[in-house]
């Protein structure tokens, strides 16, 4: 029996949907960029629980830089809503910032040509406000082909139920619904690397 055998037989016994031959279950640092949207600094303390997302997408930064994963940070109207946070500002080093208006990060031209440019299959997605951007940006990513995670203790909305509003529906829509140590260790892949010595000391923190 191949794998992809053994996996539609578990699928149908665990009465979930048949995976998609092609599609790629887990997130590969090879094939993944990370989008960080619109954490800016009029924004962030408005949103639910402000301090622990900020937390989880300083770490998916550093762990997306110990690992080799593209990293693209967006801000919708600084002018009006500030800039990126310091400590993401630090932590996405030589990293792009796209200043945008549109909500669907895909939709403007800039970030458009910068991610195309990455030339990469997976993208995961952290930042705010979870119902809005977030899942604008996600669901043009798979209209455009994309296979799309969201973490989503590293995203945020002014309210709980806008917060979870937005997971129901991306799930419905077949993005992967993931945490920060989820995907961090999914790009990892192994102990006893480099990047999995170094990250270590910040996911206990």
Not at 9 to 30: C, D, H, M, Y
Not at 69 to 93: F, N, S
Not at 118 to 147: D, P
Not at 170 to 197: P, Q
Request: hydrophobic share 45%; proline share 4%.
């Amino acid at each position: 029996m191949t794998r992809t055998e053994t996996g539609n037989v578990l699928a149908k016994s665990l009465n979930l949907p048949l995976p998609t031959e092609g599609i790629q279950l887990l997130i590969r640092a090879s094939d993944s960029a990370l989008v960080v949207i619109d954490m800016q600094e009029r924004l962030v303390p408005a949103m639910q629980a402000p301090a622990r997302t900020l937390k989880n997408a300083k770490l998916l930064l550093q762990a997306a830089a110990a690992c080799d994963v593209p990293c693209i940070l967006t801000e919708q109207y600084p002018k009006g809503l500030g800039r990126t946070m310091p400590d993401l500002i630090a932590a996405a080093g030589s990293s792009p910032v796209i200043e945008k208006i549109h909500f669907s990060c895909l939709e403007e031209n800039a970030f458009h040509q910068t991610f195309t440019a990455l030339n990469r299959k997976q993208v995961v997605l952290a930042g705010m406000e979870a119902h809005i951007c977030v899942v604008q940006t996600a669901m043009s990513l798979v209209e455009a082909g994309h296979e799309v995670f969201v973490v989503t203790d590293a995203t945020a909305s002014r309210s709980h139920e806008s917060e979870q509003a937005s997971i129901t529906r991306l799930s419905a829509s077949g993005i992967g619904i993931v945490t920060t140590e989820m995907a961090v260790f999914e790009w990892l892949g192994r102990a006893n690397t480099d990047a999995f010595k170094s990250l270590l000391p910040l996911i206990k923190q």
